[in-house]
């Protein structure tokens, strides 16, 4: 039914978002790998989250007006790049990129799929269709480190990003295939596209400067 397909690809959908906490194990390897300075690794960090906390309300609310399974579907497709170019980057720089689209692929998949199940199932059953989902993404951020620990150990670092492309596009073909017309939007309002991006740098700035705040407060420190 589509009840059960809606809450199957956002529960499997959250599950693969979560797993990014596999990355946590890798960051000794990666930083060797690019000759970096430990410091340096946050921004593998940094990218992601900023992008994904900058851009999630924007992102839900293009879900409300643009459908929710579209706009899970293409958060699914870009994620997968990001996966990809994580794996393969040559250079740091490029790593820091593709978490930047990693990110972006988060905030689609985590902007659509409450929303998804939420109008799936009748109004009896949300609390526990949104419970399975809550339940998919705590199991993704517990395992993670445990699949981790085992792709570094064995295969290397770029596998804790590879192993999930494949689930993402496979993920993405069951919305296409098993979800409604992808073409039926779910709402017929307009989409303030400025007003988001504006919205999300502003988002962005603020989050950066919490971030960086630290640093600017022993730097000071030290030339005192």
């Known amino acids: 039914t589509l ?21 946590n194990i890798s960051f000794p390897a990666i930083t060797a790998a690019f000759s970096l300075e430990v410091s340096s690794i946050q921004w593998v960090i940094v990218g992601y989250v900023l992008t994904h906390a900058s851009l999630l309300l924007g992102c839900g609310r293009l879900a409300d007006v643009w459908g929710h399974g579209r706009v ?37 998949m985590s902007g659509s799929a409450p929303a998804l199940v939420t109008l799936a199932v009748p109004p009896e ?3 526990r269709a ?23 150990d064995v295969f290397g670092w770029r596998t804790v990003f590879l192993f999930r492309v494949l689930p993402a596009l496979i ?11 992808l073409h039926q939007s779910a709402n017929t309002q307009r989409f303030d596209l400025l007003g988001a991006l504006t919205f999300a740098a502003s988002l962005a700035g ?19």
Not at 172 to 177: C, H, L
Request: proline residues 4%.
């Open 206 to 224: 603020l989050l950066f400067a919490i971030s960086q705040s630290r640093r600017f407060v022993l730097t000071s420190t030290n030339v005192m």
């Open 72 to 108: 899970l579907t293409v958060g699914l497709l870009v994620s997968a790049i990001g996966f990809l170019g994580c794996g393969l980057a040559p250079e740091f720089s490029w790593l820091v990129a593709a978490r930047v689209a990693q990110g972006v692929g988060a905030a689609l």
């Open 171 to 181: 993920l993405a073909w069951f919305a296409v295939t098993k979800l409604p017309p």
């Open 125 to 127: 059953a949300r609390g």
């Open 130 to 152: 949104l419970g399975v989902l809550q339940m998919s993404m705590a199991a993704g951020h517990a395992v993670g480190p445990l699949i981790g620990g085992v792709l570094v």
């Open 3 to 23: 009840l059960t397909r809606s809450v199957v690809l956002a529960s499997f959908s959250a599950f693969l978002g979560s797993l990014d906490t596999a990355l």
